[in-house]
């Protein structure tokens, strides 16, 4: 909610517009992920790398190419999961948390699978922009 | 030389989000799906003014991005662009930034058909760019570094 002096200097609360949804609202979209890519810090330079994406239990397993930079276990890494081009189709998942090393039992054993256990999540969805408090 | 500036051109004309990786004021890395408009070996990204991503470049100019083609599915081949970011303000001088950016996303045809399927959100996605084109900025990435990397695809 954010606030705002009126003409007569009085504080009102303005209802500001808002595309948050609870991560539970894109169940589908984590369940098939159209596109993925992680962040992390590796050389003391930041990496982009585009990865598959699986949840294993409350954490996310993600699958890196054989030649791609794998981020170190105890790696701070954002994972994002994006669908959509414009305004009422975009929504997505970016979640903060730390890999916990390499992992087995991938869904493609060509891939290399790395496990990152989130704590903090932000989801989106522009087909449910509205006012917030509503 | 060439071939590679043709190949690059065509594939970013294939894309309408890049996803943008930068480095924190606190160290983390943060990553985000943006609208793009691309001139010159540099590209402009509208953002809120204390966006995470200007409040990262801020500090950290370096950033990556990559261009990944909406309709491409399956394993497929994205462009990822090495850049140094900067922080641009003022509403004028970056009108055609701004006007290309709108011609692009906000006016074009699958644009308007969604909100048309959409009439009951017209007046919260209207509050909502409206709100935040009073506090905008525009980061520019100059291009220094691209290769093509292969994606992993979907789960089959």
């Known amino acids: 909610m954010a606030l705002r002096y009126s003409r007569f200097g009085m504080v009102d609360s303005v209802p500001r517009a808002t595309r948050r949804v609870s991560i539970d609202e894109l169940a589908d979209l984590l369940a098939d992920p159209p596109r993925a890519s992680v962040a992390f810090l590796a050389h003391d330079e930041v990496h982009l790398i585009p990865v ?8 996310f397993l993600l699958g890196f190419r054989a030649e791609a930079l794998t981020p170190r276990t105890g ?8 669908a959509g081009v414009f305004t009422p189709e975009l929504r997505g998942v970016r979640l903060r948390g730390v890999v916990d090393g ?28 509205r006012r917030s408090g509503r | ?31 985000v799906p943006l609208w793009f408009v691309h001139r010159r070996g540099s590209f ?24 990944d083609p909406e309709r491409s599915t399956g394993e497929r081949e994205v462009l990822r ?8 303000r003022g509403r004028w001088p970056l009108a055609g930034i701004v006007v290309r950016h709108s011609v692009r996303y906000h006016f074009h ?13 017209i007046v919260d996605i209207l509050r909502y760019y409206t709100e935040r084109s009073r506090m905008s900025a525009v980061v520019e990435v100059r291009m ?6 292969v994606a992993p695809g979907p789960s089959s």
């Open chain 2, 44 to 67: 402009f990204l509208t953002q809120r003014s204390e966006s995470p991503l200007v409040r990262a470049v801020a500090v950290h100019p370096d950033v990556v991005m990559l261009f």
């Open chain 1, 75 to 82: 790696t701070v890494a954002t994972l994002l999961v994006d």
């Open chain 2, 81 to 88: 662009v090495r850049g140094r970011a900067e922080v641009r």
């Open chain 2, 1 to 31: 030389m060439i071939a590679a500036k043709v190949k690059i051109d065509r594939h970013l004309a294939s894309c309408r989000v890049v996803r943008v990786a930068a480095r924190l004021p606190s160290g983390t890395p943060l990553v």
């Open chain 2, 144 to 149: 220094e570094q691209a290769q093509f990397i």
């Open chain 1, 102 to 129: 390499l992992a087995d039992g991938g869904p493609d054993e060509e891939l290399t699978w790395c496990l990152l256990v989130a704590d903090q999540v932000v989801a989106w969805d522009y087909s449910k922009l």
């Open chain 2, 109 to 121: 045809p699958r644009a308007l058909a969604g909100y048309l399927r959409h009439p009951e959100r």
């Open chain 1, 52 to 59: 598959r994406v699986c949840r294993k239990g409350d954490g």
